[in-house]
């Protein structure tokens, strides 16, 4: 379970520096509708890899989209069906389609293919649609026979009958997940991982009667199964070439076997074998050697997942839903892990804590930075910036993990935010907005790369200390040792030596964007009346308010550091004293490290209570009603880029050549033309 969800609001960048090359003309919007905004992300580099890597990146590509169906039914029995019949209809409407109901209509066909089918990717409850039941048979009436998608012996009055409450009634079917713990959730969810009438205590039973509590490498029981009740019985249908799902794993066996043939080194073929031996068996011992092998390969620059993976979708958490991401390491970003990795331990011996609590020897994690060139299945359209698997913990504790940053979706979503009227509305003035303008950006990466490469990995525990010593505050704590550790070197003249920053005046950028986020903005994501609860924004809150209390006439001819100011009736952060703050972030750091080093709970626990927890209301409202006010859509995805085989007069592949032209619908009326091996 380990995904990195953009924030809603990455403050925008429209210079983006020499990080990668970007096309600054490169059109990010694609469509808007209900709560979604479908960008399109550019893959820069792509041209840079040899042909060898360009076909492997195809053909691995088309081994994601051939699962596209395997996901809309994982999500719900009917899903199929409706979305042929949906697609039907709106390809083949004669009528006005300007008209209010047709309209309607097309924002609904556009959020179930958001969805991957009739429910909110998000909150899982059913879309409502705004057109009515008799449009909706009209327009079926009106189809030729074979547009109809009929199951096997099914006639259309069978199939109007089962499809119209499913889509139309809302008590039928009416969350995908359902997580109150307070009902049967198996037998109360939408979701197709669960057959007719199964209940909750009989997948539990089954699962408890086969599963060894001694194993110390067990399975990842029922990942890759749907449960069934077959005359009485409780059975598992697996997910593999001769059982479920079949036809669409066949073609997914199909292109990995062509991406096999030009893996880039006998590693990468050797998983690619195991993943393909896993999804002709459906064995999951198989599935953890493949992910063993996966994981233990960090060479590759050309990299995948291709399978049954997260478990958000299952309410007990364990069958995966269906994903594949393609993608490519990026070099240039990836150079800039490896240096600041490189330079870790300089970083420990200069940090300012007691020399007690540094490490003496260090080793930075270096995680990798790439540019995704394929999402699809449950991690499309609406996907993730950051990952970190395989997901079975003891894998993860015996051979480790790959951690991944999305840097070209990542950089999609910065641009695609530009001019939203977010920064208009909360940062203070005309020249801090130029200054988030020019360096947001990459130091926003930066701070990403020093909290995740160093920031964790620094400082020791002094002999004796208990690791969970911090018990419930731990986490927060922890987060703001390497947010504070990464503050605190983005402001030193060490980046400008090591080349990765060009202006010294840089950081202000990010130091303001993290106060304004840590005292105001993110205060968005909490209903009134909330206090705050997750770890990260406790961290947040608790650097930017102990920040601005210490700060108080400390900063430049007596001024407060950081202020909240008052202009035209509203309240905004204000810095008066950048190296003061600096000094500030330092200071913390120092006393957040002892107290970890230490075990001080009791300290913790004060500085949590005191600066991490409680709302000021009033702030809390504001920032709510002015946000409401700019339209800035909650959920956001994307379309893919379209990969098209060159090939001499032999039919030998001599390029693959990257483009970027569709719409919304029309990608997706495509992959339901091309890639629909369960539907055909
Ligand atoms: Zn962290």
């Known amino acids: 379970m380990n995904k990195t969800i953009p924030t ?32 399109r992300y550019e893959v820069p580099e792509f041209d840079r890899l040899t042909l060898r890597q360009k076909k492997m990146l195809y053909y691995l ?72 039941q008799s449009f909706l048979e009209a327009q079926v009436n009106a189809l030729p026979a074979y547009k109809l998608p009929l199951a096997p012996g099914e006639t259309k009055a069978e199939m109007m009958a089962t499809l119209m409450p499913v889509i139309f009634d809302p008590a039928v079917m009416p969350k995908r997940v359902n997580q109150d713990g307070t009902q049967d959730v198996v037998a109360t969810s939408a979701t197709n991982l669960y057959g007719p009438g199964v209940t909750q205590a009989e997948v539990e039973a089954f699962y408890n009667a086969i599963k060894d509590p001694s194993d110390p490498t067990p399975v990842s029981y029922g990942l890759n199964a ?65 992910s063993i092998l996966w994981a233990e ?3 590759s620059d050309v990299d995948f997942v291709n399978g049954f993976i997260e478990s958000y979708g299952d309410p007990l958490g364990m069958t995966g839903s269906w994903e594949s991401y393609v993608n490519f390491r990026n070099a240039a970003s990836s150079k800039r892990t490896e240096i600041i990795s490189g330079n870790a331990q300089w970083f420990e011996d200069n940090s300012p804590v007691d020399p007690r609590f540094r490490k003496p020897s260090v080793k930075g994690v270096s995680a990798k930075v790439i540019n995704a060139a394929m999402l699809a299945g449950d991690a499309f359209p609406s996907t993730a910036i950051g990952i970190n698997l395989p997901n079975s913990n003891w894998i993860r504790a015996q051979h480790g993990s790959k951690s991944v940053t999305i840097e070209n979706i990542t950089e999609a979503y910065a641009m695609a935010s530009h001019g939203n009227g977010f920064n208009e509305e909360f940062v203070i003035d005309a020249p801090t907005r130029k200054l988030l303008d020019d360096y947001l950006y990459i130091t926003d990466m930066l701070h990403t790369d020093l909290h995740e490469c160093l920031g964790h990995g620094s400082g020791q525990l002094l002999p004796g200390v208990d690791g969970d010593a911090l018990k419930e505050n731990g986490s ?37 964007k993290f106060m304004m986020n840590g005292l105001m903005t993110q205060l968005n994501r909490i209903e009134l009346g909330n206090d705050v609860e997750e770890a990260h924004m406790r961290n947040r809150q608790l650097i930017a308010k102990w920040a601005l209390k210490h700060g108080k006439k400390q900063g430049k001819g007596g001024k407060d550091v950081v202020e909240l100011a008052r202009k035209g009736g509203k309240t905004y952060v204000r810095i008066n004293d950048y ?80 483009s970027y032209p569709e719409n919304y619908a029309e990608q997706m009326l495509r992959l339901s033309r091309d890639y629909s091996p369960l539907t055909k």
Not at 17 to 32: G, I, M, T
Not at 488 to 509: C, Q, R, S
Request: charged share 30%; no cysteine; glycine share 6%.
């Open 226 to 290: 749907r449960v069934v009740k077959e005359n009485g019985k409780i059975k598992e249908q697996r997910y593999h070439l001769d059982g479920l799902y079949g036809p669409a794993i066949a073609k997914i066996i199909y292109w990995l076997d062509k991406a096999k043939g030009v893996a880039e080194n006998p590693a990468q073929e050797a998983y690619i074998t195991k993943l393909i031996d896993y999804y002709i068996t459906g064995d999951l011992r198989l599935f953890d050697e493949y």
């Open 476 to 512: 927060a704590l922890e987060e703001a040792r390497a947010d504070l550790f990464a503050l605190y070197y983005l402001a030193d003249p060490k980046l400008i030596e090591l080349g990765i920053l060009d202006n010294p005046e840089a950081y202000k950028a990010e130091y303001y």
């Open 61 to 132: 590509g088309q081994a994601a989209q051939m699962g596209r169906d395997i996901i809309w039914d994982q999500n719900g029995r009917h899903n199929l069906q409706i979305r042929q019949l949906l697609e039907n209809v709106y390809t083949g409407y004669k009528g006005d389609r300007e008209s209010a109901e047709f309209k309607a209509f097309e924002k609904y066909l556009k959020q179930v293919w958001f969805g991957n089918g009739i429910h909110h990717h998000y909150s899982t409850d059913k879309y409502a649609p705004g057109f009515s």
């Open 8 to 39: 809603l609001i990455i403050a925008a960048a429209s210079a983006i520096p020499s990080v990668a090359a970007v096309d600054k003309n490169f059109n990010y919007h694609v469509d808007r509708f209900a709560d979604i905004e479908i960008l």
């Open 579 to 658: 190296e003061a703050l600096r000094k500030l972030f330092g200071q913390l750091l120092g006393e957040v490290q002892r107290i970890k080093s230490e075990g001080d709970y009791k300290a913790g626990n004060e500085l949590i209570q005191t600066y991490a927890v409680k709302i000021d209301p009033k702030l809390h409202k504001e920032v709510i009603e002015r946000y409401s006010k700019l339209d800035i859509p909650p959920y956001r995805g994307f379309i893919n880029p379209v990969y098209t085989p060159v090939t001499d007069a032999k039919g030998e592949i001599t390029d693959i050549r990257i």
């Open 297 to 299: 390969d960090t060479k």
